[in-house]
């Protein structure tokens, strides 16, 4: 199996598909910015379990540190053949603060939801079209579909990875690239806001909240399926319908 590499994947929806690749028998490479001891940890359960995995900090918003993680989990591991870009920020403001969506909030934004990705691919394109099917699994947001979200340059930011999907998926190609877009879940990001955050999951058509489980399991199945690519795969207990 190729080496996996997950940005973001200690905590919350990267946490779970570190785990979900190492169950598939990928090593697993965990990218981190500032959860070390998360990131850590997860190596510490794969590791544990027989598994193979590394942790490694980089900033994914810069490109020449993209390159350097790229290249140890190479040296590590071995050719990066799944690339997860899973991690992501938002700045949460009501939709209609104009004045709160700043330069400097936008640029935020798209600098983690869209160069972020950008960046990985790059750094990883010569592994992912070496290895017998090469993939990279984008994790966007239903905001990215509805144009409602946390903010509205989050939003956007999130739309605008859905047209860097099906653009790297033909510019990539055979390179398989989709994207898995979660509706809410639990994550981090909702401490101290859980009982609104499940009240809001309860409106789902399946009436239970959507879990990182759950996102990691598409993000497997995306990975298994060599016929997908250019698509979006929404995980939302019916929440968009």
Do not use: F
Not at 6 to 29: D, K, M, Q, Y
Not at 84 to 96: K, R, S, Y
Not at 118 to 140: E, S
């Amino acid at each position: 199996m190729t080496t996996a590499l997950v940005t973001g994947g200690g905590t919350g929806i990267g946490r779970a598909c570190s785990l979900a690749l190492h169950r598939a028998g990928h090593p697993v490479a965990i990218s981190y910015r500032r959860s070390a001891d998360d990131a850590e940890s997860v190596v510490d359960e794969i590791t544990a379990d027989g598994g193979r995995a590394v942790a490694v900090r980089a900033d994914v918003t810069d490109d020449a540190a993209v390159r350097a993680m790229v290249a140890s989990a190479r040296e590590q591991l071995g050719p990066v053949g799944v690339l997860v870009n899973n991690a992501g920020a938002t700045i949460p403001m009501p939709l209609d603060d104009l004045d709160g969506a700043t330069d400097d909030v936008w640029q935020q934004m798209l600098a983690v939801n869209l160069m972020a990705p950008w960046y990985c691919a790059r750094a990883t394109v010569d592994d992912l079209r070496a290895a017998d099917d090469g993939c990279v699994v984008n994790i966007g947001s239903i905001a990215g579909l509805t144009g409602n979200g946390s903010s509205l340059p989050y939003a956007v930011s999130k739309s605008a990875l859905h047209g860097l999907t099906r653009s790297l998926a033909r510019a990539l190609a055979p390179v398989r690239v989709n994207e898995v877009a979660p509706g809410l879940v639990l994550t981090r990001w909702w401490a101290g806001n859980e009982d609104r955050g499940r009240e809001l999951a309860a409106s789902a058509l399946l009436d239970r909240e959507t879990t990182p489980e759950d996102v990691a399991a598409a993000v497997l199945g995306v990975v298994a399926s060599r016929a997908i690519t250019g698509q979006t795969i929404v995980v939302d207990g019916g929440q968009t319908l």
